[in-house]
């Protein structure tokens, strides 16, 4: 429809239906008003059929939105108690660990308040027993004294070997916590529904489906076969390589076979040749060869009689040393040394001349060190270095001191100081710790030749 006043600009479909609206009296079309009411008719029931839609979806998505919270309120809570048992797990096992501790702590210190009290009680009977000059029952309480002390000690290392404090330690694995951390950003996420559409058509839903992602064990399974696949694939690579060096070594050596049997042929045709001709430099060559060896056995023999030479002059004759261990608390070693009288053989000074024996002792404490010393005392006798005869024909000492005063505690500072120039003294003679056996016998009794170290220095 168009007005009068609007016929010049030329609309063309509505010429034929020019309505003026400056005149009066114009007949109503009711069948159009029909059409016009019917039509916001449709338009009043699509707005309410709208309104209707919008208020249910409101509605329902409020329930939507209920339901996502408490779901999310539950993985909250779900992911909470699997955390509170991984921690309540380690928490017992710390308060486990703590109190196996206490306990041998207890057990470790009532033994300790036990041995401290007899060690108290025992000092207090020998305190006692010095005091009032009781010796007789000093001498009883020794005979079980070190076996008494033995168990005692005894007891403290079994306590110490089957009771042994554990350490823990709370540790955080980094790593482990920062994937952790980065996986519950994305253990759940919210999901948006678009509604309408450009077409026009307002019931269709488009829902984002999230992509579902393998778990970074599963990821580190696959990567581990890639790994194994790239080892073996490259382990047959390196295989093939060697394959391949080994053949080329083969022909190699091949060749070099080869060539190396034609030199020896050729090699052979020339010492047919020259046979004639190198018979006599063979025979100088194998006089020279033997004039070489004499010499040689010359400077060996040279060599060992030199090394002898200091031996030939010491003079040790016939003797006998008695090794003996006394009992008791205070245990020492004897070293009874005898020579007998005697006449001086071949290979002393002044053969046919009378020897002077003597008898001469050396005590040592019983301990370790007393021990290894007196295993020098033994080898250095055996070597024929501890005596000689004097100028007056008597068997004396040769630069090594003896001790045979009292080796218990009352005189430890001079008998530290003793043994100290004793190790000092037989490691001067050719005696030292690192020429003795450790495991040698310690009490034994034998008798040594006078010549018996000039054969074991010749074997």
Known sequence: MICGRCLHSEHIPCVKEVVDLLKEGITIDCERVNTMKSLLMEVKDEILLLKNEAEQSKDNYKKTADKCVQDCMELGNTIKRRVDELTSGIRDGIIDKHNENLTIHSHITKLCDEKTKWCDDEESKIDNF??????????????????????ARSHLKEMKHKHTFKGFDFKENNVILKCLFEDLDEVCEQQDEVTGSDDGNAN?????TPKVNKTRRELTVLLNQAKDELDNSEKTRKQFEQELLRAKQD???SENTRKQFEQDLLKAKQDIVNYEKTQKELRDELKRVKLDLSEKERAVVTSQLSSLKDNIKRTQPTGTVDVKISQGIFG??????????GIQTSHHPSPGNPIKGGTFTARLRRNSEGELLCRMFKAAFRKGVIFILGKEGKVVLDGVSLYD????RLWESSYVKYTRTLKAELAAKGSTEADIDQKEKLEETFTLDGLSWLKSALS
């Open 130 to 151: 010095v005091d009032n000059n009781l010796a007789g029952h000093l001498y009883l309480m020794s005979r079980h004294f070190e076996k008494e002390a033995s168990d």
């Open 251 to 253: 022909i190699q050596k």
């Open 405 to 408: 005063g009292s080796v218990n």
């Open 332 to 341: 020492f070693i004897n070293l009874i040394f005898t020579f007998p009288d």
């Open 204 to 208: 269709d839903v488009f829902a984002f």
